[in-house]
């Protein structure tokens, strides 16, 4: 069963298309991985499901319940971090995640829980303007995983995490499906990130999907195309330089 | 609930505080006034209420206003700074509910401003006046209409601060407007009623009180209409 899904979804920025009529297949209780390089459209379609941006045209139901017209009981059931972590500079962490609480109607309790899961519990006190790149990506990963939602959108979640970090938040991430039973769609430019941490993955290129399946059948996919099947960032790339050219685009 | 949720937002800003300053200092205007022209207003023949509201309501006004611009500001200072407001709406509240529970906490930090101000004008007229029988119900009545006279400020404040990212844009916005408000002429009536020239209107003295009343519920009813179209808009660009 797909707790994702989305048909022709598209958006267009005055002549240029972000999104060129996608259709995923996110499957409930998986990591799914969104792949692409800088550009391709990930974070634009991860806005589209917050409503953060408005579709040009197409739709999407996210567990069932259609956008625009669900879109506060989405976001009631979905768990966010968005490119760079948002926090009021002014308040500490634990703070932060006490609004973010307030507005989810969740109980305090769920404020310690997710600086434990975060790995933030010493720091809570401290304002979040004086906390690292790190610690700040932590708390919008915090904010994104308090109360547990059955849906999480990550956008690049390890991006100024020291190496240790990464594999805490990859673990983690790998861990929730099976813990909580949530639903993950995260994503990186980078195929070993990927690899890591999802079952599923979905390949963007210049807005349009070149690939959407597990693992297994992108190496079989990769192979009956002719690409290196053994190496898969090498495969990614060679599919992404194959897009390119069919497209005609300057690389 | 959303007024909780802002003022535990306003934390450590000096939001409180900014309000706090404004009305001690604006209280402070009549007793100062009293203390040196003791003599010129005990001589006039008039209730205290008028006297003193006569002589200091303008500067007391003009302090109000500038803390209400310089309050709005720094509410939704807070949530363009680090990019909060793109978690506030990926969260399930509306920006019309934010925008109302700021509105609240404007209002209710606008009100505390009036009851220290309300105050000092209490002590001045105990002090150096005699307070006759309806001296309370003329202070409520001053107070009360100084209150919705604010309002429209208010609401038209908090929209420039929402509709500018940039602080410095939506103060400077409002700094003009409050200069504009004192540079208005009375007449025509239609000027009197710019948003950030009613909180200077003081009843006693003042003409038309009732169309004023009616002209601060339509400038309200005008600005929720424009927030709510603020949000379509930007939405629609987005």
Not at chain 1, 18 to 26: D, E, F, M, R, T
Not at chain 2, 53 to 77: D, E, R
Not at chain 2, 140 to 153: K, R, T
Not at chain 2, 222 to 230: D, G, N, W, Y
Request: aromatic letters at 10%; a neutral charge; one cysteine or more.
């Amino acid at each position: 069963m797909n707790i994702i899904e989305t048909k022709n979804l598209v958006k267009t920025y005055s002549g240029f298309t972000a999104v060129s009529g996608i259709n995923l297949h996110i499957p409930k209780g998986e990591v799914y991985g969104f792949l692409g390089p800088n550009g391709a459209g990930k974070s634009t379609t991860m806005k589209m499901f917050l409503g953060l941006v408005k579709p040009t045209s197409g739709s999407f139901t996210i567990d069932g319940k259609k956008y625009p017209g669900n879109r506060i009981e989405i976001l009631k059931e979905t768990g966010s971090f968005i490119e760079a972590p948002a926090f009021y500079g002014n308040l500490s962490g634990e703070e932060n995640l006490e609004i973010i609480c307030k507005i989810l109607g969740l109980p305090k309790s769920s404020v310690s829980e997710a600086l434990e899961l975060t790995g933030l519990t010493q720091f809570g006190k401290r304002l979040a303007k004086k906390y690292s790149l790190g610690m700040k990506q932590r708390l919008g990963l915090a904010s994104a995983l308090i109360g547990k939602p059955p849906v999480l959108i990550l956008d690049e979640p390890t991006n100024g995490l020291d190496p240790a970090g990464i594999h805490e938040i990859r673990m983690l991430i790998r861990s929730l499906p099976e813990k909580y039973g949530c639903t993950v769609l995260v994503s990186s430019h980078l195929l070993s990130e990927i690899e890591l941490m999802a079952g599923n993955i979905g390949i963007l290129n210049r807005g349009h999907l070149l690939f959407e399946g597990t693992l297994e059948e992108l190496r079989q996919d990769a192979s009956a195309k002719g690409y290196p099947a053994d190496n898969l960032e090498e495969m990614f790339l060679a599919m992404i330089d194959e897009d390119n050219r069919k497209r005609g685009a300057v690389i | 609930m959303n007024i909780c949720l802002e003022y535990k937002k306003v934390k450590r800003t000096g939001f409180i505080q900014l309000f706090l300053c404004g009305a001690i200092l604006a209280a402070v205007v009549p007793v100062v006034n009293m203390v040196f022209r003791t003599e010129m207003y005990t001589s006039i023949h008039n209730t205290p209420v008028q006297i003193l509201l006569g002589a200091n309501w303008q500067l007391m006004a003009m302090f109000n206003v500038l803390v209400i611009v310089t309050g709005t500001c720094l509410l939704y200072h807070i949530e363009y700074d680090n990019n909060s407001i793109q978690k506030l709406k990926s969260l399930p509240i509306t920006e019309s509910q934010v925008f109302l529970g700021k509105a609240a906490l404007s209002v209710i930090m606008y009100m505390s401003v009036l009851v220290i101000e309300a105050g000092a004008v209490i002590f001045c007229s105990c002090h150096w006046f005699v307070t006759g029988d309806g001296f309370w119900k003329e202070l409520c009545q001053n107070f009360i209409y100084s209150f919705i006279m604010g309002l429209p400020c208010i609401a038209l404040s908090l929209l420039v601060s929402e509709a500018c990212k940039n602080m410095w844009m939506s103060f400077g916005i409002g700094v003009v407007c409050v200069f504009t408000a004192l540079i208005l002429p009375e007449k025509p009536f239609f000027l009197s009623l710019f948003p950030f020239a009613m909180p200077f209107k003081m009843l006693a003295g003042t003409k038309h009180v009732i169309n004023y009343i009616y002209a601060s519920a339509a400038w309200i009813a005008v600005t929720s209409l424009a927030e709510l179209l603020l949000i379509k808009i930007r939405r629609s660009f987005e």
